[in-house]
């Protein structure tokens, strides 16, 4: 079931109101709230009082639970503008247009597949996702060599490599430039890689081990 709530003719640009809008839609409202209330804008907190009151038409009117409760959209028309001029040199004047919106915002406890709410679930997934990968990899690391007998490398860097797939001295040993430029970015390494000589010190390890 839909339930919906329109505030109108609230004094706020109607682009600056879109913003907050685009963020809430397809989120639970519990999420909305919440990102609703750590959010530093005008639009935030209209847009926070006409979901609170669809949340209440939901409640009273249609005994909804609010836990259940997803926002299907927030759209946020143009309203009526006043027009206001200001004085300007030469005896000139500059119009100021005060402009206003209508804000729509409709909540649902339905989530089917054409839904907007379902790429916040794909969102949530992926996190999971990501975790259930990097335990597979740290398994997988189970078997591979010491990272952390290379210089500079302690056991959180080591476990950033494993999550990477790097468990093996050859896998380091086989990096181009760009590999080591690529990583050193993406895991914050910095120029770690180049100024302590990683795979100088790989190439003796594998040595050692024979």
């Given at each position: 079931?839909e339930?919906?709530?329109t505030?109108?003719?609230?004094?706020?640009?109607?682009?600056k109101?879109?913003d907050?809008a685009?963020e809430?839609t397809g989120?639970?409202?519990?999420?909305?709230?919440?990102?609703?209330?750590?959010t530093?804008?005008?639009?935030?907190?209209l847009?926070?009082?006409?979901l609170?009151?669809?949340?209440?038409?939901?409640?009273n009117?249609?005994d909804?639970?609010?836990?259940?409760l997803?926002v299907k959209?927030a759209?946020v028309?143009?309203?009526p503008?006043?027009?206001?001029?200001?004085?300007?040199?030469?005896?000139?004047?500059?119009?100021?247009?005060?402009?206003?919106?209508?804000?729509?915002?409709i909540?649902?406890?339905?989530?089917?597949?054409?839904?907007e709410?379902?790429?916040?679930a794909?969102?949530e997934?992926?996190?999971?996702?990501?975790?259930?990968?990097?335990?597979?990899?740290a398994?997988?690391?189970a078997?591979g060599?010491d990272?952390?007998?290379?210089?500079?490398?302690?056991p959180?860097l080591?476990q950033?490599?494993?999550?990477e797939?790097i468990?093996?001295?050859?896998?380091?040993?086989a990096?181009?430039?760009?590999?080591m430029?690529?990583?050193?970015?993406?895991?914050?390494?910095?120029?770690?890689?180049?100024?302590?000589?990683?795979?100088?010190?790989?190439?003796?390890?594998?040595?050692?081990?024979?």
């Amino acid at each position: 079931m839909e339930v919906k709530a329109t505030y109108k003719f609230a004094r706020i640009s109607p682009l600056k109101a879109r913003d907050v809008a685009r963020e809430v839609t397809g989120m639970p409202v519990s999420a909305a709230l919440d990102l609703i209330r750590f959010t530093p804008k005008k639009a935030a907190f209209l847009i926070g009082k006409t979901l609170k009151s669809a949340m209440a038409n939901a409640e009273n009117n249609f005994d909804l639970a609010a836990d259940d409760l997803v926002v299907k959209s927030a759209t946020v028309t143009e309203g009526p503008v006043f027009k206001r001029w200001k004085p300007r040199a030469r005896g000139g004047a500059a119009p100021i247009r005060k402009r206003t919106a209508h804000i729509n915002v409709i909540i649902s406890n339905e989530l089917g597949e054409g839904s907007e709410a379902a790429p916040v679930a794909e969102k949530e997934a992926k996190p999971a996702a990501k975790k259930t990968a990097a335990k597979k990899q740290a398994k997988s690391a189970a078997g591979g060599d010491d990272l952390k007998l290379i210089s500079g490398v302690g056991p959180k860097l080591e476990q950033k490599l494993h999550e990477e797939g790097i468990t093996t001295y050859e896998q380091i040993l086989a990096w181009t430039e760009d590999d080591m430029v690529d990583f050193g970015e993406r895991l914050s390494f910095k120029d770690r890689i180049q100024r302590d000589d990683w795979q100088g010190q790989v190439k003796k390890l594998i040595e050692e081990r024979g």
